[in-house]
């Protein structure tokens, strides 16, 4: 069982308690504040509960031992989900995510923690080579959120996204395991 503990959260494997509230925030909850923001220019269906429950149960591992998605916790209450999955096998490139569906923990670093344990696992626990997010110019907190632990702005496409009936760019940030090294050293250092 993994569990990565933080100051602020801990990431640990779903279990059935989680997987519920997800669906909780995910279909049920009355301001759905989150899908204003991950990803809202991608239709999402609606799903039952036994649909999604399902769907959980069958959560696969990127590597041996090293799961797709980890639930974020604060006082093993689920707050969001950090995930990752495949862009290239053969070039060690994962896209990585995190998604805080409670708003009473947007702006206070539980994000920001909980995406930079998520980012340290996967190179500790790994060989990859890079690890990437996407998102559209529009969701300010996460581009902030991925440049403070290192990620880099590697590609805007122009007016690719559009939410709300206006256009915004995509945005691709990533990082090299190089790099990290090197971040990592430097703050071995401070």
């Keep these: 069982m993994i569990e990565i503990t933080g100051k602020k959260v801990e990431l640990r494997e779903m279990n059935q308690r989680d997987i519920d509230e997800l669906y ?16 809202p220019y991608i239709p999402e269906g609606k799903q039952t509960k036994k649909e999604h429950q399902e769907i959980w149960k069958s959560v696969s591992e990127i590597l041996p031992e090293v799961p797709n998605t980890l639930c974020i916790s604060v ?24 998604v805080i569906y409670d708003t009473n923990y947007w702006n206070g670093g539980y994000g920001t923690e909980a995406y930079k344990l998520w980012v340290n696992f996967l190179f500790h626990s790994t060989d990859l080579h890079r690890l990437g997010m996407s998102t559209w110019s529009g969701n300010t907190r996460m581009i902030k959120v991925a440049s403070k632990i290192g990620m880099k702005e590697e590609a805007r496409i122009r007016n690719a996204r559009i939410v709300n009936g206006k256009y915004f760019d995509a945005i691709k940030m990533g990082m090299l395991r190089q790099e990290w090294e090197d971040l990592h050293r430097l703050n071995s250092l401070l």
């Excluded at 909780?24 to 990803?39: S, V």
């Excluded at 006082?75 to 995190?98: M, Q, R």
């Design 75 to 98: 006082n093993d209450k689920l707050i969001g989900t950090v995930s990752s999955y495949w862009v290239d096998k053969n070039t060690n490139w994962l896209e990585t995510g995190i």
């Design 24 to 39: 909780f925030w995910k279909f049920e909850d009355d301001k759905q504040e989150a899908k204003k923001w991950n990803g």
